[in-house]
């Protein structure tokens, strides 16, 4: 028992030393304005790297990956009856609709699924 608990310290030890080496030689000095900024066939940049973004666009996306997983949500209740109460399934599908139905509702009142606007 205590061969494990010396060489549990021994790999302990080895791995301390080998993550603070790693840490040591991986510094990087991001003092270099030329560096940092972004490279184009070693000419300057014409325009800005940092373009504007449209929130509108977000949230159609952020939209689209919930429906998405709703529907990931919503395929496998079509088995489930079969396997198991029926009441009990009827009342957790009906709730879950209620929910998503109520959330699209939200979405729609507050003008997020209206693109131009």
């Keep these: 028992m205590q061969i494990l608990g010396i ?4 790999i ?3 791995s301390f030393i ?3 080496l790693t ?4 510094k990087k ?11 184009e066939c070693g000419f300057d940049p014409i325009s800005s790297s940092r373009l504007p973004f449209s929130l509108r666009f977000f949230l159609i996306a952020i939209i689209f990956l919930i429906f998405d997983v709703e529907i990931a949500l919503i395929l ?12 009990i399934w009827t009342i957790t599908s ?3 609709l209620f929910i998503l139905t109520v959330g699209l509702y939200h979405e729609w009142n507050q003008g ?3 693109w131009a606007s």
């Design 94 to 96: 009906m709730l879950f």
């Design 76 to 87: 496998p209740m079509t088995i489930i009856p079969f396997m198991s109460n029926m009441l």
């Design 29 to 39: 000095n991001i003092e270099d304005r030329e560096k940092s900024s972004p490279f």
């Design 12 to 14: 302990m030890v080895i």
């Design 18 to 20: 080998l993550m603070m």
């Design 112 to 114: 997020s699924l209206e």
């Design 7 to 10: 060489l549990f310290m021994i």
């Design 23 to 26: 840490n040591f030689l991986s």
